[in-house]
């Protein structure tokens, strides 16, 4: 398999600020970053933990999608059940119903993702600084730097509890040794404590430029900073380019849109496109996951050949600014 989607897969209950309740999505930062690459490319599936219960309340949406489930490990009876409140002012809240120790007991393990780091073409992560899994996760990336034998490029996508003052040099350390640093501007303002878009993208660009301690050298190349609804920044040694959202997208759902667009962007980079290509995919796989409650039903050609049509359209039509 291509691409690997190392990220929990749950069911999500999301509440909206205007009332309105939609039960028994399939959701979870993996499966939305899953459908955000198979708008581009069939070779794709989560590696994660789940319950039971999983394949009798979403196995039908793998199929009818052609998305292997080889990938989920069975680890209790109940799939972890997330409930997302909005808020009038556009925050959230989440909450694990089952627990936040049910909740870690189905994640994914380094051991578990130890094969692929030799097999695909891109691994996506979504965790928080945890070092019970980098401390796992980052000496196999060093042997496999080491020995030339490392086919995978891995994304970072950063969780929210993570991104304060006191996580930023485990934040550098960690980044500093992925492919890839996915993380919104919000998130950002936090980490750094600084409001300045231009500041945090100084910042960024200092990160490139220096080794990390655990690997001897920065692999880092891309840093994917997410501005919700103004686009977002491709932030590399050499520059920042701009990117925005798609014009008029129909925005039912805001649920998962950063992840959607962090797996495009991974597909993009490890496909070889630029960085604005890569930014623009990220885009259209969000507007895809944003225009229905949930995931999208069905990720088929014509949808896929749309998304190629308006890639086309867009790129060169970006001014390089804010």
């Avoid at 990117?243 to 129909?250: E, R």
Wanted: glycine share 10%.
């Amino acid at each position: 398999m291509d691409y690997i989607i190392a990220s929990t897969v749950v069911t999500d209950e999301i509440r909206f600020a205007d009332k309105k309740t939609v039960e028994k999505k399939a959701g979870g930062a993996g499966i939305y970053a899953l459908c955000g690459i198979r708008l581009w490319c069939d070779s794709v599936m989560p590696v994660t933990g789940v319950g039971k219960d999983y394949a009798e309340m979403f196995g039908e949406w793998y199929k009818k999608n052609h998305i292997s489930m080889d990938g989920l490990i069975q680890k209790d009876e109940k799939t972890p059940y997330n409930v997302i409140q909005y808020f009038e002012d556009g925050e959230r809240s989440e909450t694990a119903l089952y627990g936040a120790d049910h909740y870690r007991k189905i994640e994914v393990t380094p051991k578990e993702l130890e094969p692929y780091f030799q097999t695909a073409k891109g691994i996506y992560i979504f965790k928080n600084t945890s070092p019970e899994f980098w401390n796992g996760i980052l000496p196999m990336m060093e042997s496999s730097f080491q020995t030339r034998s490392r086919a995978a490029a891995v994304m970072w996508e950063i969780a929210s509890d993570s991104t304060c003052p006191e996580c930023l040099e485990e934040v550098r350390w960690i980044a500093g040794n992925v492919d890839i640093f996915s993380i919104n501007l919000t998130e950002a303002r936090n980490l750094f404590g600084t409001e300045s878009l231009d500041e945090i993208i100084g910042k960024f660009r200092g990160w490139m430029d220096s080794p990390t301690p655990f690997a001897g050298q920065n692999h880092l190349k891309l840093i994917f900073l997410r501005r919700g609804s103004k686009g977002a920044v491709m932030i590399t040694p050499e520059e920042a380019v701009y990117v925005p959202t798609v014009d008029h997208a129909n925005v039912v759902d805001p649920t998962g849109g950063g992840n959607s667009s962090s797996g495009a962007v991974l597909y993009g980079w490890c496909s070889g496109h630029t960085p604005e290509e890569c930014g623009l995919m990220g885009s259209i796989s969000a507007a895809m996951c944003l225009e229905q409650y949930g995931v999208p039903d069905e990720i088929g050609m014509e949808k896929r050949e749309a998304a190629q049509r308006l890639l086309a359209a867009m790129k060169g039509n970006n001014p390089n600014e804010e």
